[in-house]
């Protein structure tokens, strides 16, 4: 199985603030990376797809990057709404692992 | 617009089956598409459990593989998880997804993306 593995686990940040996570594979999944933001009670819902490009809808203040092992996050102008858990998850090869995900909470 | 919804009994006994079945509108569980079980256990993080294609076939996580099955019915545009010899490790909300597709040019396939979820459903293992 590739093995994902999120840093930081745990993110204190203020609205306006920059924020990156990282997340790294096992071994290489080319670019088949995907994010996905969860808030408590909900679904997680798609925020990046293919390491690097935006699902509709989502702000542009998300972007996706890496390719093969090293992958990153960032959220530029953190905003109320973006405080939430968020997860990478390798689709390259079965079973389509999770990383341990990272929330992000107010400072 | 698709929608997935998960149905199936809040509550299974130790030792016992959990049977959850996801209903599918706005999409037809024929086309060329994976469709995903996702679990979190409370306080937890995503677990893959596995996925099933239209013709059938499956991928487990290795972890569940000796307990899961996935199968799909797209008579009735619905897919469903069984998980034998439940304990109370196996409590957490279950989701279904949709695994969509997309081609990424830099290696020429095609990749996977879950794009649309199930709003989950929360199954307890108890006495």
């Known amino acids: 199985d590739i093995q994902m593995t999120q840093s930081p686990s745990y993110l204190s940040a203020s609205v306006g603030d920059r924020i990156t996570i990282t997340c790294r594979a096992s071994?290489?999944?080319?670019?088949?990376l995907n994010w996905y933001q969860q808030t408590p009670g909900k679904a997680p819902k798609l925020l990046v797809y293919?390491?690097?490009t935006l699902q509709s809808g989502v702000p542009s203040r998300f972007s996706g990057s890496g390719s093969g092992t090293d992958f990153t996050l960032t959220i530029t102008s953190l905003q109320v709404e973006d405080f939430a858990t968020y997860y990478c998850q390798q689709t390259h090869i079965a079973p389509k692992t999770f990383g341990q995900g990272t929330k992000v909470d107010v400072k | 617009q698709v929608h997935l919804r998960e149905s199936g009994p809040g509550l299974v006994k130790p030792s016992g089956t959990l049977s959850l079945t996801c209903v599918v509108s706005g999409a037809s569980l024929t086309t060329s598409t994976w469709w995903s079980w996702v679990r979190q256990s409370p306080g937890k993080g995503l677990e893959w459990i596995g996925e099933i294609y239209h013709s059938g076939t499956t991928h487990y996580s290795p972890s569940l593989r000796s307990r899961v099955a996935i199968s799909i019915d797209t008579s009735n545009n619905q897919f469903s998880l069984i998980l034998n010899s439940v304990t109370a490790a196996d409590t957490a909300m279950y989701y279904c997804a949709r695994g969509g597709h997309y081609f990424d040019s830099s290696s020429g396939s095609e990749g996977s993306v879950f794009d649309t979820w199930g709003q989950g459903t929360k199954v307890s293992v108890s006495a």
């Open positions: 293919g390491a690097s």
């Open positions: 071994q290489t999944v080319n670019r088949f």
